[in-house]
């Protein structure tokens, strides 16, 4: 078969077509498309005998039974959401569209994460990601306290950034020393 179910294309293809048609050949006659035997009053889409068995049918319903349904087709939604999402993540295509490539090493194409970073931050002029609007705003991006004037970080996470400038550095004079070549500024 070319597809889950039970039915193939073909078939699926044909019923449809068929319920269609004749839906709409009720529809011009005036009949019901419900049940296909009553007269339909005036611009009603169904005739009153199926009107009134679909209210019933609705009131007879509990609210416990209708809080059940919605529960479950909540859960069925938020599986098939998550597969989808999966699925366009592991190909690469856009999460949030289905349409577009991802764009360079996100979940997102380019138009989506604009549309999104609008709607975060504003329309404004100039797009910003979150760590840039800290920063223009005097915010440390790594801990959210206020930063240095004139820095970008608060004096804690400077100071640690410091520290772990002093250990790239030192690590990058040692390696350089040891594949020989010329380290120009030696401190």
């Not at 609210?63 to 190909?91: G, L, N, T, W």
């Not at 920063?135 to 206020?146: E, F, T």
Request: glycine share 6%; with cysteine.
């Amino acid at each position: 078969m070319d597809r889950e179910g039970s039915l193939c294309r073909k078939c699926c293809d044909s019923h449809t077509s068929y319920v269609r048609e004749a839906y709409h050949y009720y529809q011009e006659h005036g009949i019901c498309p419900r049940c296909g035997t009553n007269k339909i009053c005036g611009s009603e889409k169904i005739c009153p005998e199926c009107r009134a068995k679909e209210t019933a049918y609705r009131s007879n319903q509990s609210s416990e039974k209708k809080a059940e349904i919605r529960d479950s087709r909540r859960s069925q939604r938020k599986q098939y959401s998550k597969s989808v999402y999966e699925y366009r993540k592991s190909h690469g295509i856009c999460v949030y569209c289905g349409k577009r490539k991802v764009f360079a090493g996100r979940i997102g194409c380019l138009d989506c994460l604009e549309k999104r970073r609008e709607r975060m931050y504003g329309e404004s002029d100039i797009l910003v990601d979150k760590q840039n609007w800290k920063i223009l705003h005097g915010i440390c991006p790594r801990c959210g306290k206020q930063a240095m004037d004139g820095k970008k970080l608060c004096p804690e996470c400077y100071e640690k950034h410091l520290k772990t400038l002093e250990k790239a550095w030192e690590s990058n004079r040692r390696t350089r020393s040891q594949n020989g070549t010329v380290v120009l500024n030696n401190k």
